[in-house]
């Protein structure tokens, strides 16, 4: 059974729900339409005993290509407005982090700015040999959100999410496999089923086991609802500056970004 939403595909089969971000004209961009129905979606599969395991993945072939920029430009938001945006995400995804199923993302072309972030809130990143990781934000004037500034130190070390974070460069399949970002690749044409094979496997596990592995997991977790607090701020901060307002119009207008990795000589 599916269900489309404006901006995700919602399937469920066999106990394994599938959420498909579904905005490819820019690349599965995150925007307040596909946030929405994300916190629709993660609450349903919260409360669905039936439904095993979820699969977050993109249509086409991109993942998430991170914010949209376009309505970042348009949307007129102030530092207040943009920290209760942010707090309105957290509400969600601190649901979907903390879920007691398994949560695996298929991972192809771009995972860019959120759509990293989004990836590492899974358990499991399973990747296809082209697909590209980046930590974005500093390109366009703003800092780490979707709770990265959480999950990137705890999967790559605090050193290594410090050089990904300020230098905002891509990391290729092959260095994410390295990494630890992604438990594996496998080739685009079977990433699909590779990741629904992983979480079709679950349905024949305990719930019960798997919700008290997450949880127990999840004790460690007690300084996130602190850090999702200081990433709002941090956020609504960095939005209101003329750096990130100059560095979005220079990439809507298909100019160089001001910011540049890796430096030159």
Not at 117 to 144: E, Q, T
């Amino acid at each position: 059974m599916s269900r489309n939403y404006e901006r995700i595909i919602f399937e469920r089969q066999d106990g394994v729900a599938t959420l498909r971000f579904n905005y490819p004209a820019k690349r599965n961009a995150f925007d307040p339409q596909m946030r929405e129905e994300m916190a629709e979606v993660v609450r349903l599969v919260q409360t669905d005993a039936s439904l095993r395991a979820l699969v977050l993945t993109g249509e086409g072939s991109h993942f998430c290509s991170g914010g949209d920029l376009g309505n970042i430009a348009a949307s007129g938001l102030d530092n207040a407005g943009w920290r209760a945006r942010l707090s309105s995400l957290h509400h969600w995804l601190k649901d979907l982090m903390l879920l007691d199923k398994p949560v695996i993302a298929a991972v192809d072309g771009a995972a860019y700015g959120a759509g990293f972030s989004l990836a590492l809130a899974a358990d499991f990143i399973i990747a296809s040999d082209r697909a590209r990781f980046a930590m974005s934000f500093i390109r366009v004037g703003v800092v780490p959100d979707c709770a990265a500034f959480y999950t990137l130190p705890r999967v790559v070390g605090v050193q290594r999410a410090r050089e990904l974070m300020l230098s905002g460069r891509e990391v290729s399949a092959q260095e994410a496999l390295q990494l630890g970002i992604a438990s594996e690749l496998v080739a685009p044409e079977q990433l699909q089923a590779r990741a629904q094979a992983i979480a079709h496997s679950f349905v024949g596990a305990s719930p019960v086991a798997l919700s008290l592995i997450k949880r127990s997991l999840a004790m460690a977790a007690n300084d996130l609802p602190a850090l999702l607090e200081q990433e709002a701020n941090a956020q609504a901060l960095a939005m209101g500056t003329a750096e990130h307002r100059d560095a979005v119009q220079a990439f809507l207008n298909k100019q160089p970004a001001p910011f540049q990795w890796p430096a030159k000589a």
